[in-house]
């Protein structure tokens, strides 16, 4: 019987959301039947090759996005140009800042991605309806807020080999959330964008790279493709034992 209410329940959902990600670990998971059908009659899933600009600093937001393949890179540029890789978002993240109307930073595809677009006027007004929404985009802004603590802790005082460490373990465990395997990836960033990332320069990030693999801490195809044979000495080679 509660096998069959929740059929019920799920023929109340448009169909493109009935398998969404997003839906159940991302923000439309605390939307009801009829909220996802409201939300979906205005959304449009758009698919993004390697560095197209999702949104730019400074341009006036008028979609939200919720990711759902890839990764999307966030970028602060100052002033002369100057630029800096200030964070990476995963599937099933969301992308935007409600009741912002300007963007704060460039939103840019590190890899092949798709993304759910729905105009922000829309989810500004189920936020202000529905209390669970809020408080979901509200923990995903602490949270995002604690990992960028954890980050300045990486930067500030860990080791050149910890910093590349903690990059692969954080790519590993976040790159896929399908996947039940964390221990095979492809690199989602070139040795220049993981060098800015890291505060490095690329010869450095090489000579780290080099290390761990000679360490058998992983192991390294076409130079893209990573294997980590033991997440536990990963970790702990990035200073989190």
């Not at 560095?51 to 600093?57: D, K, M, S, T, W």
């Not at 993240?93 to 109307?101: I, Q, S, T, V, Y």
């Not at 050149?160 to 959330?177: C, G, M, N, T, W």
Request: charged residues 30%; proline residues 4%.
């Amino acid at each position: 019987m509660e096998v069959r209410r929740q059929d019920i329940h799920n023929s109340d959902i448009p169909l493109v959301c009935r398998a969404c990600e997003a839906r159940h670990g991302g923000v439309c998971g605390a939307l009801t039947p009829e909220q996802l059908t409201e939300l979906n009659k205005h959304t449009f899933r758009h698919r993004l090759e390697t560095g197209a600009e999702v949104i730019g600093q400074g341009e006036t937001v008028v979609n939200y996005s919720n990711i759902m393949r890839g990764v999307v890179k966030l970028t602060k540029v100052m002033a002369d140009g100057r630029q800096q890789i200030v964070g990476l978002q995963f599937a099933p993240d969301f992308l935007g800042r409600p009741f912002l109307e300007e963007s704060a930073i460039t939103a840019e595809a590190a890899t092949e991605s798709e993304v759910c677009n729905f105009p922000r006027n829309v989810l500004d007004r189920l936020v202000k309806k529905t209390p669970e929404l809020e408080h979901k985009l509200h923990r995903q802004a602490l949270k995002e807020l604690d990992e960028a603590r954890d980050w300045m802790l990486t930067l500030g005082r860990k080791t050149a080999q910890e910093k590349v460490a903690s990059f692969l373990y954080l790519i590993a465990i976040h790159i896929d959330p399908e996947s039940v395997d964390t221990s095979s990836f492809d690199l989602p960033l070139s040795r220049a964008d993981i060098a800015d990332f890291l505060g490095l320069t690329i010869e450095t990030v090489s000579r780290q790279f080099t290390k761990l693999r000679k360490e058998n801490v992983i192991h390294i195809e076409n130079n893209r493709h990573v294997t980590v044979p033991d997440m536990d000495r990963l970790m702990r080679h990035a200073g989190n034992d």
